[in-house]
């Protein structure tokens, strides 16, 4: 908690202490209302605000501690203070086994578990009769006292003032600990989070125990002041009111809950001369609150307190070779003989290789190859059929991912991953804990000085140069790439699993990026990179793996791979096809319907497309071609509208439609296939066709379906059968009859080869070019460049979001272009 909190609770404590003691009998009862709310807040507090789980069943711990303290007290002659733990203790047991199904869901089936909870609770409490007093519930439940002396209601106003300060302190204590960094990672990405050793079932049933103590402890004391209990005392609509207490405070916020409970609990009091209208009117204000104010009002007041991050840059303070190199060094991974199936296909067939430490180890193939599978496997994202995994003598498969990062293998991600509302330190400081964080350090801020020295010197190491204190979510794309880094360096890791760090980088960062990656493996860590972009793996791998369809097509050197013609027809696609080019003679008619000038496109802080220049003419098959991160697919959703580009112009038929909506541009006549086909599995084949004429006034589309149907005969087979049950081959066709029907001016494909087998991207290809001889307008995106190049009429290629060569297909063909933006160049390889 900072100085100004300090100050401020101080000062509102004392304020507090005057009205208690100046407070009619009535007054003291609301104030200690107001108090316990409070305490139910900060539980809830740490379940939504640091953990980012809703609970509605917050009532239902409530009446477990009431209840627990007036049978006690009243049947059984406990005194209040050893009954007031006991009550603590079973609320805490009660939330932790609530977590233990609760956190098996997401979202609003979480919220639906946790109010069935409150109503067995309540129901419970109505139908043992003979524990709770059931519907005539429980009285005379003495108030609290020491020795012979008895509290009134000015004594347990006091009481609940000092627990209600005792409770925020507290929490702001858990905030800073290692605990509530933990439940904020968890939160933030729980993905990332089991990366660095967190177990996110024990962080959450931790937060669900915390949570539900506060609660019990509040109904605790709430028996024992109002002095009878019934099940009506604890109506499901508390826990509305309780979970309105931390969002209008603000969730997260220390002080969230206390500014929460004054106003949901005083207002209708100074709204009760309305009687009948009080209930709206306090609703409409709520929703006022919540609308303008989102993050709480404590964080509307406190925005202009708050100052941007001016720290100063890292600097190394700790020996960052001899921390890297000192964890079990000489560790061979190894994988043997992976085998993982998703619905039938194997995504990982029979794949073994050896990853050396002092080495790259770099991973590579195209699209659909299952490069990120493998890593999932070695991560313990995903549990191999077949085969082990072995981190010199541990056999790591099958172990959950936390523990496997325990055992010494961290990674990053395609997408980076960090805790974005934590900031760059406390992201490299929650992984130097390894996921260990140890029941004595629940509220013990985590600020050791030797790590905070080390976490400043793995920043300095991996090259960042921005504030330590600068929200991890406000980085630049590249600076997020190297946090990611330092943070995975942070578990102190016998292997590396880089999955695409140059994605998004330009050629200078990745350049950088390169330096890092070789420095980071000659200190002795296992490095196994996957990567698209080609020039990088080139020059950094000592070996280079390639996998295509599952299976392992390659394994050497990168001269050798680069050279194996395997590889190249891996990346290239057979030329052979049964597509016919276009006949001798036969032209496109002629006339521009697609023109795209200096496009850019982006996301985030990441450039993915730069000043793209081309144009499709009336009746031509264009192929777009580049290596996996090129930027095509994205070029495909900046077309189409799915993704808004930064700056440019797009026109169809003369008429700008880049700032146009997706469905306008569709309705314009341009119509996407999108990678992965993306049908509506639960519609049948002919309603997928007919949706694809949702923007056109057809008043009968019989025919226009049934054409379908004959140019696509397997889909006229199943015309009845759910697209979800549809086979792979089956679902392009269905994709495609569905984008045809729409009569696109532009008919827009990507990746319509992608996970097909070989003879059905014959059939496909056959398909494509008799659209071609019909007169349809093609914009194709293809990973089998020889097949696209065999049916195109002209052809672009991009490399790194820019396109590097362009022109009639048979030129690109022959141009050694099309092969290096591909598989890189072998200038600068690693020894």
């Not at 994605?503 to 990179?529: C, H, K, P, S, Y």
């Not at 095509?632 to 112009?649: C, D, E, F, I």
């Amino acid at each position: 908690m900072s100085l100004r909190a300090l100050l401020l609770s101080a000062a509102v404590t004392a304020l507090l202490v005057v009205a208690i003691f100046n407070a009619n009998g009535y007054e003291l009862y609301v104030l200690s209302l107001v108090g316990l709310t409070a305490i139910v807040g900060i539980g809830l507090n740490v379940l939504l605000g640091l953990t980012g789980q809703i609970s509605l069943g917050q009532v239902g711990f409530y009446a477990i501690g009431a209840y627990t303290v007036g049978i006690l007290t009243t049947n059984h002659g406990v005194s209040f203070w050893p009954a007031l733990l006991l009550a603590a203790v079973v609320a805490a047991i009660a939330g932790v086994a609530l977590s233990i199904p609760a956190l098996r869901v997401r979202g609003p089936y979480l919220a639906m578990v946790t109010i069935a909870f409150a109503f067995v609770i309540e129901q419970s409490a109505a139908e043992w009769r003979g524990l709770t007093g059931g519907w005539n519930g429980l009285m005379g439940i003495p108030t609290p006292g020491l020795a012979e002396f008895s509290f009134a209601e000015r004594e347990i106003a006091l009481l609940v003032l000092f627990l209600t300060a005792a409770m925020t302190y507290l929490y702001a204590r858990l905030s800073r600990s290692p605990w509530g960094k933990a439940m904020r990672a968890i939160r933030d990405s729980e993905v990332a989070g089991q990366s660095i050793g967190l177990n996110p079932m024990l962080v959450r049933t931790m937060a669900f125990a915390l949570s539900a103590l506060t609660a019990g402890v509040a109904g605790g004391v709430f028996a024992s002041m109002s002095g009878f209990i019934s099940p009506e005392s604890f109506p499901f609509f508390e826990s509305i009111l309780f979970l309105l207490v931390v969002m209008i405070g603000g969730a997260e916020r220390v002080l969230g809950p206390l500014v929460g409970a004054v106003i949901v609990v005083l207002l209708p009091e100074f709204l009760s001369a309305l009687a009948e209208y009080r209930l709206l009117l306090v609703g409409a204000l709520l929703l006022v609150v919540l609308r303008l104010a989102p993050g709480g009002i404590v964080g509307l007041l406190a925005r202009p307190f708050e100052k941007p991050a001016a720290g100063t840059s890292p600097q190394s303070k700790r020996d960052i070779v001899e921390f890297l190199s000192s964890r079990r060094g000489g560790q061979t991974l190894s994988a043997s003989r992976l085998r993982i199936a998703f619905g039938g296909v194997r995504a990982v067939d029979d794949v073994s290789f050896d990853a050396r430490p002092g080495e790259v180890t770099s991973v590579i193939g195209p699209n659909g190859a299952g490069k990120t599978t493998v890593l999932n496997l070695i991560g313990g994202f995903y549990d191999p059929e077949q085969g082990s995994i072995r981190l010199g003598d541990r056999d790591v498969a099958r172990l959950a991912s936390h523990k496997v990062a325990r055992a010494g293998i961290a990674r990053t991600y395609q997408t980076t991953q960090l805790f974005e509302h934590m900031s760059v330190l406390d992201n490299v400081m929650i992984g130097l804990r390894q996921g260990r964080l140890g029941a004595g350090s629940l509220v013990r801020p985590d600020e050791r000085p030797a790590d905070l020295d080390l976490a400043e010197s793995l920043l300095a190491f991996v090259g960042y140069d921005g504030a330590l204190d600068q929200s991890a979510g406000a980085l630049a794309h590249v600076d997020k790439r190297l946090v990611e880094i330092a943070r995975a360096l942070a578990t102190h890791p016998s292997a590396l699993l880089l999955d695409e760090p140059a994605a998004g980088l330009n050629a200078a960062d990745t350049a950088r990026l390169g330096e890092l990656v070789r420095q980071m493996a000659e200190l002795g860590l296992v490095v196994i990179l996957v990567e698209h972009d080609m020039r990088l793996v080139m020059s950094v791998s000592d070996r280079v793996v390639v996998l295509d369809a599952g299976r392992k097509i390659a394994d050497g050197t990168a001269a050798e791979v680069r050279a194996d013609p395997v590889v190249v027809n891996a990346y290239l696609g057979e030329e052979q096809s049964s597509a016919k080019p276009r006949p001798a003679g036969s032209t496109a008619t002629g006339g521009e319907v697609l023109s795209v000038s200096d496009l850019r496109a982006a996301y985030g802080a990441a450039p993915v497309l730069t000043d793209i220049d081309l144009h499709v003419d009336n009746g031509e098959l264009v192929a777009v071609l580049g290596a996996n991160g090129a930027g095509k697919s994205t070029l495909m959703r900046a077309l189409s509208g799915l993704h808004r580009p930064v700056q440019g112009r797009v026109c169809l038929l003369g008429r700008e439609i880049q700032n146009y909506a997706a469905h306008r541009i569709a309705d314009a006549g341009v119509v996407l296939v999108p990678e992965g086909r993306q049908v509506f599995p639960e519609l049948s084949v002919v309603d997928n066709i007919r949706l694809g004429a949702f923007c056109r006034s057809a008043p009968d589309l019989g025919n226009e379906v049934e054409a379908m149907l004959e140019r696509f005969p397997r889909l006229r087979e199943r015309r009845r059968q759910r697209a979800g049950l549809l086979s792979g081959g089956e679902q392009q066709m269905l994709a495609l009859a569905r984008g045809l029907i729409a009569r696109p001016k532009l008919l827009m494909l990507d990746e319509p080869s992608l996970g097909l087998a070989p003879h059905l991207i014959q059939e496909l290809y056959a398909t494509l070019a008799e659209l071609r001889d019909e007169g349809m307008t093609i914009l194709l995106v293809d990973q089998m460049a020889g097949l696209a190049l065999g049916v195109a009429d002209r052809a672009f290629v991009l490399e790194s979001g820019a396109i590097v060569h362009g022109g009639p297909a048979a030129e690109i063909r022959d141009q050694q272009g099309l092969e290096k933006a591909y598989l890189g160049e072998l200038h600068g390889t690693a020894p």
